[in-house]
């Protein structure tokens, strides 16, 4: 499939089959993710993978629609920082350092510039932020997913405090922005086999 005839294909599973995904696609998936787009590169956000049937069962009471849960291959757990902290910050100019081999006082226009939009947003403001990048993870996670043949759901239908406790973050530095589960599709879940209804173009595009 190309990309556009991966997009048809997929739709949000509302059941899943039980089987496992491979993991190269997995592994695929998830490097995809890492490479997504970020704001100032910050990736304010880390994903955990649930895939083992004892924490699956562990996180479902967090969960309105326990469906997907219960029958997918993985959960990823798309967790955003509720503040960017000096630390943090100090680790990615670490990195860019390192990764880049350049000294930090090259990077140091580019710090002050972060510095000054973190510093003039309250922390609300840049956990809503951290959340936007989130989704922009999510949305390259589910393209990346589709040209693997592999199924998706993002899911926000869960308790997010108990959902972030279950899995024993820090809620003070992170929390769960949103969900991804991943596997193939059970046969008889009646939603692939309706047709996918979006805007028409004229009403979706608009040149000017």
């Known amino acids: 499939m190309n990309y556009l005839e991966a997009l048809a294909w997929r739709y949000s599973v509302k059941k899943f089959s039980g089987e496992k995904i491979d993991s190269k696609s997995l592994q695929n998936i998830l490097e995809a993710g890492r490479l997504s787009v970020s704001s100032l590169g910050l990736q304010p956000y880390k994903l955990i993978v649930i895939e083992s049937d ?3 069962e562990k996180i479902m009471p967090a969960f309105y629609n326990k469906s997907q849960v219960s029958t997918c291959s993985h959960v990823v757990a798309i967790v955003s920082k509720t503040k960017i902290d000096s630390e943090y910050v100090d680790g990615y100019f670490s990195h860019i ?3 880049r081999n ?3 006082e090259i990077l140091a ?3 002050k510039n972060i510095e000054q939009y973190t510093s003039s947003h309250t922390e609300i403001d840049l956990r809503h932020w951290s959340e936007k990048q989130a989704y922009i993870l999510l949305g390259t996670m589910i393209v990346a997913a589709a040209e693997e043949g592999v199924d998706t759901c993002p899911m926000e239908g869960f308790r997010h405090d108990v959902l972030s406790e279950l899995l024993e973050l820090n809620m003070e530095e992170e929390r769960v922005a949103v969900v991804l589960t ?3 599709r059970a ?4 939603f692939q086999h309706l047709k996918k209804v979006r805007k028409p173009v004229e ?3 608009k040149f000017i």
Do not use: H, W
């Not at 046969?187 to 009646?190: C, L, M």
């Open 182 to 184: 991943l596997g193939k």
């Open 203 to 205: 009403k979706f595009i």
């Open 102 to 104: 350049i000294d930090l």
């Open 97 to 99: 350092s390192k990764e």
């Open 109 to 111: 226009a580019f710090r």
């Open 54 to 56: 004892a924490q699956k």
């Open 187 to 190: 046969d008889d879940d009646g």
